[in-house]
């Protein structure tokens, strides 16, 4: 969806580009706080579901959701009330006030949409992380079919509408979102996934459930909340060096977005199908179907990288106009497509980790690696050395590896199979 959008904003300028690119990124780390639920609903749903305990997983349901409820009206009123506070990272003498405005005005207009956005979130995030993925699928082809058909529309201002420029697209993802909130919750009513979405769970909220669900996602949430802030701290950075470099690197973080959903889809498939087949008590099949996944990935990632590099400048020209970033995406794409290698095997890795339950294990992990090589070493590569963009891709590309290789490790050791005997 932000993909899509990107396409059209990027023939704004690339101040617009920047602006709006920073905003989804503090998007993205508010969302990433309610991981503690949806995660922690995920992996305490799916040994129910596994166990055939539908009562159970339905109660632990409703209980994530009304916390998420809570949370979207919050976010709501922080993105409103805050927007101009939270783009101070964006430093550059002239261009600044667009990229800011852009942004400001992008997170703004996203806020009164909030209620329904997030609390979507919340709830196609659940029904993903059990597994039943085929409505997940559903709701957001939806969603961004919608999206492709307004954004345009009311970027450019055809057929007659006005030209928003920023705040149609923001006004595109806000109606999407809505839509795509009252088909989820359509399905949740008529019993048309894994779980029910009960009123009578929604009117009583119980402390035991809510500290269950927190104790069981919590250091997901710090792992990928850490991992969220420091790629802002990245972001500023860049922006630091510039609007060319901030305006690039914004570009392959809207192809990161794309190609983390294919990682992610990955990702939970293992948790999921890791939870359940330890809740019936066959980790044989467990560990088969994660060596499956690992295979699958490896294959899919290498042909990505191969498309890429081959396909590299369509590929940029599909974001931008601008001969600067373009110039500079071409050179740094090198970096960013064998970057995705170990960042892909990682995310498959990681999702057996959560499945087993060894969640502590990844936040350390996480906290460790983002403070020491993403804020650390890549302020040594930008600042110190001169790197640029190419130190950003070539840090993560080291961080990946190594946390890769520290996961596998982990998981083949097999001491949760030791457990789960």
């Not at 890769?404 to 083949?412: K, Q, S, V």
Request: hydrophobic share 55%.
């Amino acid at each position: 969806m932000w993909t899509i959008e990107a396409i059209f904003i990027g023939r704004l300028s690339a101040e617009a580009f920047a602006g709006v690119g920073m905003a989804i990124q503090i998007v993205v780390v508010f969302l990433t706080l309610l991981l503690t639920f949806v995660m922690g609903a995920g992996i305490i749903m799916n040994r129910h579901l596994g166990a055939r305990d539908f009562w159970q997983a339905n109660h632990i349901f409703g209980q994530a959701m009304i916390i998420g409820i809570i949370m979207a009206f919050l976010f709501g009123l922080i993105w409103y009330s805050g927007a101009i506070h939270l783009f101070r990272l964006i430093e550059e003498d002239g261009k600044v006030a667009l990229a800011r405005n852009a942004g400001v005005t992008y997170l703004r207009t996203l806020a009164f949409f909030a209620p329904l956005l997030v609390t979507n979130f919340v709830a196609v995030g659940i029904i993903r992380c059990v597994g039943d993925t085929r409505h997940s699928m559903m709701v957001n082809v939806l969603i961004n079919g919608i999206n492709l058909a307004l954004c345009p529309t009311l970027v450019f201002g055809w057929f007659g509408l006005p030209r928003l420029e920023v705040q149609g697209a923001a006004l595109a993802v806000g109606i999407a979102h809505s839509i795509g909130f009252f088909v989820t919750f359509y399905l949740l009513r008529r019993r048309k996934v894994s779980v029910f979405l009960s009123f009578r769970e929604l009117a009583s909220p119980r402390w035991e459930s809510f500290k269950l669900l927190f104790n069981s996602g919590w250091p997901t949430t710090v792992e990928q909340l850490t991992w969220a802030l420091g790629q802002l701290v990245v972001t500023g950075y860049t922006a630091k060096m510039g609007v060319v470099v901030l305006s690039t690197q914004t570009l392959f973080v809207r192809i990161q977005n794309v190609l983390s959903m294919i990682y992610m889809g990955f990702s939970l498939a293992a948790m999921s199908t890791m939870g359940r087949n330890l809740g019936a008590e066959n980790s044989d099949l467990a560990f088969r179907m994660a060596r499956t996944a690992h295979r699958v990935m490896a294959v899919f990632v290498v042909a990505m990288v191969a498309l890429m590099i081959f396909f590299s400048q369509p590929l940029i020209s599909v974001f931008t106009t601008d001969a600067e970033v373009k110039a500079l995406g071409r050179m740094a794409i090198y970096f960013f497509a064998f970057a995705q290698i170990p960042k892909a095997l990682n995310n498959v890795i990681s999702g057996n980790l959560r499945g087993v339950g060894d969640l502590s294990w990844l936040m350390w992990l996480t906290i460790v690696f983002v403070v020491v090589f993403e804020i650390g070493l890549n302020w040594v590569s930008a600042f110190l050395f001169g790197w640029g963009l190419y130190g950003v891709w070539g840090v993560q590309s080291l961080d990946e590896t190594i946390r890769f290789g520290l996961n596998y490790l982990r998981f083949a050791g097999g001491s949760w199979r030791r457990e789960a005997a």
